[in-house]
Nanobody, 124 residues
């Protein structure tokens, strides 16, 4: 089982940038697909970006070109958020699912492990 802890949330003005970080522990992170999700007020949780242990990334259309996911170490996944907009406000969660192949099959589905979340507020 893997444990996840997010950091880096806060308040930012529209057009600004913010970097979130997630640390995975208590398991072999190289066996997990890691992802970032967001839950905006009054909305369902949505997948934003994911990266396999093989370094293959996938983005939701809503963040493509503005957000960048990186995984320099097997146990850390960051989300660089640029050109943020008020609709990017929400609770951001790191998530993991087991993948012995090193690929993130099923895109944003079937993530079994979740962090506590970190709040991001975009406001002028």
């Amino acid at each position: 089982q893997v444990r996840l802890g997010e950091s880096g949330g806060g308040s930012v003005q529209p057009g600004g940038s913010l970097r979130l970080s997630c640390q995975a522990s208590d398991a072999n992170p190289s066996n997990y697909c890691l992802a970032w999700f967001r839950q905006a007020p009054g909305k369902e949780r949505e997948g934003l970006a994911l990266m396999s242990s093989r370094g293959i990334a996938f983005y939701a259309d809503s963040v493509k070109g503005r957000f960048t996911i990186s995984r320099d170490n097997a146990d850390t996944v960051d989300l660089e958020m640029n050109s943020v907009m008020p609709e990017d406000t929400g609770m951001y969660y790191c998530a993991a699912k087991y993948s012995s192949s090193g690929y993130c099959y099923g895109r944003f589905g079937n993530f079994a492990y979740w962090g506590q979340g970190t709040q991001v507020t975009v406001s002028s």
